[in-house]
C-alpha cells in the first residue's frame, strides 16, 4: 500500500513539473470561468438563475475536456515511461506489478481530480459569490466530473499499455476521443433516422458510451424538464425511474472505469517488459 | 499486442451496436399510454382522455399511440401497412387495452378527443347496452375501413371551425375557389360571369345544402359535405383531392367570410334514421303528394324541371334558375335517399324551392315522397347528341367550362385557355388523358393563378369534349401526327439549340436542361411540349403567336421561318428526352 501511495505521489509530481498538464489545467481554468462569466451576464438580461444556466455550459465542457486529457494523459502515461525507460527503473524497485499499476492510475486521476477541482472551484466560488443557487446540481456536477474521468482515465491507461509507443498511443487515444465526443453521436442519429429505431433501442445505443451515460446524467441533474431531458432521458426515466436510472448510469460509468483497467493491467503483468 | 487491440475493440464496439439495432424488438402487446405526453400519430394532440385511444405497433415494432378511435383507423387506413398490430382503449375499462379485431364499435353522435365519434368496447354486451342509451350504432371495423378507403370520413360530428383554421384557410380559397367565389367570396370571382348557376355569394349567408332548419346557417359538417362531394351537375367539383384538414381550412375560411365563425351551430333538423325500404303503396302516396303539394307545378309532372312555372322562377340575387331534372340522376346536394329528404325538408335556402317539413309532417309520409321523387329518375341517361357542337355545349354547360374558358360562341371566362386556340396547339390524345385527371398533369402555365378543377366527366363525356374542342378549333386530323425524331437533322438541331438559348430560355423552362428562365413572366415549361402539342402548328406559333391568341405575352421578333423550323426540332426532341428520364426536378408535376 506504502508503494502505491509513493508511486502516486511522484505521479503527481511528475504531472506538477508536466507542460502538458498544466497548460491542459490552465485551459480547463480559463473556460469554465469564461463559461461562468458568460452565463452570469446572459443571467442578468434574462432573469435566469444563475447557477444551472452556468452548470450547463460547464457540463458540455467537461463532456468534451475531460475524456480529452484524461486519454492523453492516461495513455502517455506508461507508454511515455516505458519509451525513456523510467518504467524499467520504477520496475526493478522491490514493487510488484500491480503496485506500480495501481499507483500510477491513482496518481493520475489525483492530478486530473485536482485539476478540474481547482477549475469548478474557483468557478464555484465566482458564481456562488454572484447568486447564490443550487448547489446540490453544482456538486452533483463535480463528482460526474470525478466519475468520468475515472472512467476515461481506464480507457487511456489500458490504450498506453496495448499499444506501448507514445506515436501509436497519441493516435489511438485522439481517435478514441472523437468517437466518444462526436462520431459515436452522429452514428446513433444518422441509425436513428436511417432505421426508425425505437426509444428502447437509441437508449441502448447511446448509453454504449460512457461520455452519452454522463451526458444523461449531468443533465438529470441539472433539469428532469422533458425537452432538456430528450428522448433517450425520457425512456430511462419511464424504463427504470429515476432511482434506477442514476443507478444504471454510474454503475455503467463505473463499470467503464473497471474494465479496461483490469485488460490493462492483466496485459501490463504479462507482456509489458518480460 | 497492439494489432490486436486495433482490430478487436472497434469491432466488439460495432457488434454490440449491430447486436442493438438488429435486435428484434421484443414484446408483444400494447404498452401503457402516457396521458399528457405521449401525442396522437395522426392528429399530433398530447393524449389526455383515457378509454377514446389506441395503439399501433407496426411491423419495425415501432408503437404508435392515438388520442382518438377515429384518428387511429384514418391512420390505418392511409398507411395501408400490411398487418401492423392495432390495439383500442376500452371505453369501459378506460386505460386497457383490446386488440382491434376483437373489439366492438360503437359509432354516433358521441363525444370524443377528436370528434370522430367512435369508441370501442372489448365487450359486445356492454357496447350494446351503451349504444342503445347514446341513440348510436354498432358499426363493423371493415365498413369504417372502406368508408376510408374511399377517400371520405363523415365525420359524425364534425368540430366547429376554428379561427385558426380560418387563417389558414385564406390561401388554400384563395387557391382553389377564389376563381368562382371571388377573393372575398362575394361569388363575383372571374369565371363567375359565364356560371349558371352562379357561384355563392358567401357575404349574404345564405346556404342552400344545409341539415338545419330552412333560414338557418349550415352546420360546419354540411360545408364538409359540400367540399367533398362537389355540387354534382355544376361547376362546383368535389375538393376530396384536398386533405380533409385543407378542407377543414377552406371551409372555416367561408364561414369567417360570410361572419359565422365562431357562432353557435343551430340545432340540426331532426335526423331521418335510416329510409324505409320502398313500396307500391309508398310510391303510390308519393305520387299524390307530388301533385297536392305542388312539385308539378316547377318540377313537371315526369319531373323533367318543366313545370308551368319553371320559367318564371328567379333565385335570391334577381338570377334566373331552373328546377331540378329529376330523370337525370343528378342531384347537386347529393343522390342519397337522405340527401334528397332533407332538401326537401329542411328547403334550398336561396331559391324557390321552400321546405316541406311544416306541410308534410308524417315521417312515412315524407319517405313516401322521397321514394317518389328518385323513382322518376330514368333508368339509362340520354345520350349525347350525335353534333360534336351540341354535345359539346351540354357538357360545358354541365361542369361550367364556360366559367373559365370562351367556348365556341365566344363566350366565357378568361381563367383558363379558350377552345380555339385548345383545338389548334393540342393533340387530341392529351386532351383524353388530361381530362380523365386534371389535377394529375400539373401546373402547365406558370402565370395562371388558378388550376383546372378535378372533374369527373364520364367516358362519353370526355369524348364529346375532345371532339367539340377539336372542332372548334378546327382541328385538322391529317396535321396531327408526332415527328419522327430520329430524322431531324443534326444540323437543324444545332441550329435550333443555338436558338433556343438565346431566344426561349429566356422565358420558358425546359425540364433539367433549364430549370428557371430569367423572364419574370414565365411561359410553359417546354419539356410537355412533345405528345401534348401539334407539331405542325407550333412552327406558325413560334413565327407570330399572335396571329393565334392576341392576348399571348409570347414574341420573337424578326425569327425566320426556317430558324422556327429548327427551334422546333430541338424543344420537340428535348422534351421527348426529359419525357423519358425519370421524374425528378422541375418534371416531377409539382403542383
Redesign the interface.
Known amino acids: 500500500m506504502r508503494a502505491v501511495l509513493l508511486i502516486s505521489a511522484r505521479e503527481i509530481r511528475e504531472s506538477m513539473r508536466s507542460r502538458w498538464f498544466l497548460l491542459a489545467a490552465g485551459a480547463f481554468l480559463v473556460l469554465s470561468l469564461a463559461l461562468s462569466w458568460l452565463g452570469l451576464a446572459g443571467a442578468e438580461r434574462s432573469g435566469l438563475a444563475g447557477f444551472d444556466r452556468t452548470s450547463a455550459s460547464l457540463l458540455n465542457l467537461v463532456l468534451l475536456f475531460v475524456p480529452l486529457i484524461t486519454l492523453a494523459l492516461g495513455g502517455l502515461g506508461i507508454a511515455g515511461e516505458l519509451e525513456d525507460g523510467s518504467l524499467a527503473l520504477v520496475l526493478a524497485q522491490p514493487v510488484t506489478r500491480a503496485e506500480v499499476f495501481a499507483g500510477k492510475y491513482l496518481g493520475l486521476l489525483a492530478s486530473v481530480s485536482m485539476a478540474v477541482l481547482a477549475g469548478f472551484g474557483v468557478t464555484g466560488v465566482v458564481v456562488g459569490l454572484s447568486t447564490g443557487g443550487s448547489a446540490t446540481t453544482f456538486l452533483a456536477l463535480v463528482a460526474l466530473t470525478l466519475l468520468l474521468s475515472a472512467a476515461t482515465l481506464s480507457l487511456g491507461t489500458f490504450l498506453s499499455v ?3 509507443s507514445r506515436a ?1 498511443v497519441v493516435g ?1 487515444a485522439f481517435t478514441s476521443w472523437l468517437f466518444l465526443v462526436y462520431v459515436s453521436d452522429l ?1 446513433t442519429i444518422g ?1 436513428t433516422v436511417a ?4 426509444p ?2 437509441v437508449f ?2 447511446a448509453i ?1 458510451n460512457p461520455v452519452q451515460s454522463a451526458r444523461v446524467l449531468g443533465t438529470l441533474a441539472l433539469s428532469d424538464r ?1 425537452d432538456v431531458l430528450g428522448p433517450v432521458g425520457i425512456f430511462g426515466l ?1 424504463r427504470f425511474g429515476e432511482t434506477g436510472l442514476v443507478a444504471l448510469l454510474v454503475s455503467l460509468l463505473l463499470a467503464t472505469a473497471l474494465v479496461p483497467l483490469l485488460a490493462g493491467y492483466s ?1 501490463f503483468r504479462h ?1 509489458v517488459i518480460q | 499486442m497492439n494489432r490486436r487491440v486495433l482490430v478487436a475493440v472497434p469491432l466488439v464496439l460495432a457488434a454490440i451496436a449491430g447486436a442493438v439495432v438488429f435486435f428484434p424488438s421484443g414484446g408483444a402487446g400494447p404498452e401503457p399510454i402516457v396521458y399528457g405526453r405521449d401525442a396522437c400519430a395522426h392528429c399530433r394532440m398530447v393524449i389526455s382522455q383515457p378509454g377514446f385511444g389506441g395503439e399501433v405497433r407496426d411491423l419495425s415494432g415501432k408503437i404508435s399511440t392515438f388520442d382518438d378511435v377515429g384518428c387511429l383507423l384514418i391512420s390505418l387506413a392511409a398507411t395501408g401497412r400490411e398487418t401492423p398490430e392495432a390495439w383500442v382503449e376500452d371505453f369501459d375499462g378506460k386505460t386497457t387495452f383490446a386488440p382491434l379485431l376483437q373489439a366492438t364499435l360503437v359509432r354516433g353522435a358521441l363525444d370524443t378527443p377528436m370528434g370522430h365519434g367512435i369508441v370501442a368496447f372489448a365487450d359486445a354486451g356492454k357496447a350494446a347496452a351503451f349504444a342503445a342509451e347514446k341513440k348510436a350504432k354498432v358499426v363493423k371495423l371493415e365498413d369504417l375501413l372502406v368508408e376510408l378507403k374511399s377517400g371520405s370520413f363523415a365525420v359524425a360530428q364534425a368540430k366547429p371551425f376554428t379561427q385558426l383554421e380560418a387563417e389558414r384557410g385564406k390561401d388554400i380559397f384563395e387557391r382553389e375557389c377564389s376563381s368562382c367565389h371571388g377573393a372575398r367570396g362575394a361569388g363575383d370571382g372571374p369565371a363567375a360571369a359565364f356560371l349558371d348557376p352562379k357561384p355563392r355569394d358567401f357575404t349574404k349567408k345564405t346556404f342552400k345544402f344545409r341539415t338545419t332548419e330552412s333560414g338557418k346557417p349550415p352546420l360546419t359538417e354540411d360545408v364538409l359535405a359540400t367540399l367533398e362531394r362537389g355540387l354534382p351537375g355544376s361547376a362546383m367539383p368535389s375538393f376530396a383531392f384536398l386533405s380533409l384538414e385543407d378542407r377543414r381550412k377552406a371551409g372555416a375560411y367561408v364561414f369567417k367570410l360570410s361572419g359565422l365563425l365562431g357562432k353557435p351551430e343551430p340545432p340540426a333538423f331532426p335526423d331521418p334514421g335510416t329510409p324505409p325500404s320502398t313500396t307500391t303503396a309508398g310510391l303510390e302516396r308519393g305520387k299524390a303528394l307530388y301533385s297536392s303539394q305542388g312539385c308539378v307545378a316547377c318540377h313537371g309532372e315526369t319531373g323533367r324541371g318543366d313545370g308551368m312555372s319553371a320559367a318564371t322562377l328567379k333565385d335570391n340575387a334577381g338570377q334566373p334558375v331552373r328546377p331540378r331534372d329529376f330523370t337525370t340522376g343528378i342531384f347537386r346536394g347529393g343522390a342519397e335517399s337522405r340527401d334528397v329528404y332533407y332538401r326537401i325538408f329542411a328547403g334550398i335556402d336561396g331559391t324557390p324551392m321552400p321546405s316541406f317539413a311544416e306541410s308534410v309532417t308524417e315521417e312515412d309520409e315524407r319517405w313516401a315522397l322521397v321514394s317518389y321523387v328518385k323513382s322518376l329518375v330514368s333508368a339509362t341517361p340520354a345520350p349525347l347528341p350525335s353534333n360534336p357542337i351540341l354535345a359539346g355545349r351540354m357538357v360545358a354547360e354541365k361542369y361550367g367550362c364556360g366559367g373559365c374558358h370562351v367556348l365556341d360562341d365566344g363566350k366565357g371566362g378568361e381563367v383558363g385557355p379558350a377552345y380555339a386556340l385548345v383545338g389548334k396547339k393540342l393533340q387530341p390524345e392529351w386532351i383524353r388523358t388530361f381530362l380523365h385527371d386534371p389535377r394529375a398533369t400539373g401546373k402547365i402555365y406558370p402565370w395562371r393563378i388558378h388550376r383546372m378543377p378535378g372533374l369527373k366527366l364520364s367516358e362519353p363525356e370526355i369524348d364529346a369534349m375532345v371532339a367539340y374542342v377539336g372542332t372548334v378549333g378546327k382541328f385538322k386530323a391529317s396535321a396531327n401526327t408526332n415527328p419522327d425524331a430520329t430524322s431531324f437533322p443534326e444540323a437543324k438541331l444545332a441550329v435550333g439549340k443555338n436558338v433556343f438559348v438565346l431566344r426561349c430560355a429566356q422565358c420558358h423552362a425546359l425540364g433539367s436542361i433549364v430549370k428557371t428562365p430569367l423572364a419574370s413572366q414565365q411561359g410553359p415549361d417546354l419539356a410537355n411540349v412533345a405528345g401534348r402539342l401539334d407539331y405542325a402548328w407550333m412552327k406558325g406559333w413560334i413565327l407570330d403567336p399572335k396571329s393565334f391568341d392576341p392576348k399571348s405575352k409570347m414574341t420573337v421578333p424578326g425569327i425566320t421561318p426556317d430558324e422556327a423550323d429548327a427551334v422546333r426540332m430541338f424543344v420537340w426532341k428535348m422534351s421527348m428526352e426529359e419525357q423519358t428520364k425519370p421524374a425528378t426536378g422541375s418534371l416531377g408535376g409539382a403542383p
Open positions: 496495448a499499444m506501448r501509436r489511438a452514428g441509425l432505421r426508425d429505431l425505437s428502447g433501442k441502448a445505443l454504449l422533458l419511464d496485459l507482456e
